[in-house]
């Protein structure tokens, strides 16, 4: 069992083969299903390093420390699903490269008559002159939305120490931080027009637009499960962080995708996100109607 004040571990990691092999931090908590995520500097810039769960990198970080993960997740590794998000394989590669090509395609630079075309798509009772409000808002002074981290790429890692080599892993930018309030992006408290956090909430609008236009055309549905923080009276969305500058926001999880052709698991979260009359389709109309009521006309 992991101690609430168990210390990170640091592992010895060579990315893509280099000759120089980096120093590691991993949390001992570690709740993804498919990836664990550890942390490294390179000067003054910060990454995560999002290594894929496969069975050797898992026996070898529990025999270097007692690493911790959500007990349902060892129940569902015995279920035999094809290229399980639980129980994932080297073999699992090329897709994870094709979910992460897709999602830096569509979120690494948003323009302006992209994100018009996005919510156009989703937010068809929203008048066209409130539609251009929000982007004219929005977009500010801005020539293109960022909706992804700054670096994202796909590697390969070895674990000297550990045995495991060959690993698929994506690297990213650590982007704003690791405290909840870093997620925040919809509470109670209403931001005035014009400040940082309006912007964000406007951006976050045309991330789940982007995210419902993805699924409609790739079929391919992005993480934005949501939990509340009641203390802070907010939603917090864990797949989507917020960088410094503002109002770009960073989608952070390639591996988790949905999908109506792949397991049951991914067919279910798709359908729940984006199909038919689906939560996310509900959702990005309130949050359309919300924010435009608080535009001018």
């Not at 060579?14 to 908590?29: C, H, K, L, M």
């Not at 960022?146 to 690993?167: K, M, R, T």
């Not at 982007?210 to 969305?237: K, P």
Request: aromatic share 8%; glycine share 10%.
């Amino acid at each position: 069992m992991r101690r609430a004040d168990a210390p990170d571990i640091t592992v010895r990691v060579r990315i893509d083969g280099r000759a120089d092999v980096r120093e590691v931090r991993f949390p001992t908590w570690q709740p993804g299903a498919s990836a664990m995520v550890g942390y490294f500097a390179d000067g003054p810039c910060r990454y995560a390093l999002k290594v894929l769960k496969v069975a050797d990198v898992r026996a070898g970080a529990a025999g270097a420390s007692p690493i911790g993960e959500p007990a349902y997740l060892r129940l569902l590794r015995r279920v035999a699903l094809p290229e399980s998000p639980f129980a994932p394989t080297r073999a699992m590669r090329s897709r994870i490269a094709g979910f992460h090509d897709s999602c830096e395609t569509w979120l690494r630079d948003v323009d302006r008559d992209r994100a018009r075309a996005a919510l156009r798509r989703c937010l068809t009772d929203l008048p066209e002159r409130r539609i251009e409000a929000l982007l004219g808002e929005l977009f500010d002074g801005l020539p293109t939305l960022h909706l992804s981290p700054g670096v994202s790429c796909l590697v390969d890692v070895s674990f000297p120490d550990l045995g495991a080599a060959d690993v698929p892993a994506i690297l990213q930018q650590e982007v704003g931080g690791t405290g909840p309030y870093r997620q925040r992006l919809l509470g109670r408290h209403v931001p005035t027009p014009g400040s940082p956090g309006r912007r964000r909430q406007l951006a976050f609008l045309v991330l789940l637009s982007v995210a419902g236009w993805l699924a409609e055309t790739r079929r391919l549905g992005l993480d934005m499960s949501f939990r509340v923080d009641r203390r802070r009276t907010a939603l917090l969305f864990p797949n989507v962080l917020v960088p410094e500058t503002a109002p770009h926001l960073a989608y952070i999880d390639y591996f988790g995708l949905a999908t109506p052709d792949g397991n049951l698991a991914e067919r279910t979260g798709f359908w729940l996100g984006y199909g038919g009359n689906g939560l996310g389709h509900r959702f990005v109309a309130w949050l359309g109607r919300h924010l435009s009521e608080r535009t001018s006309p």
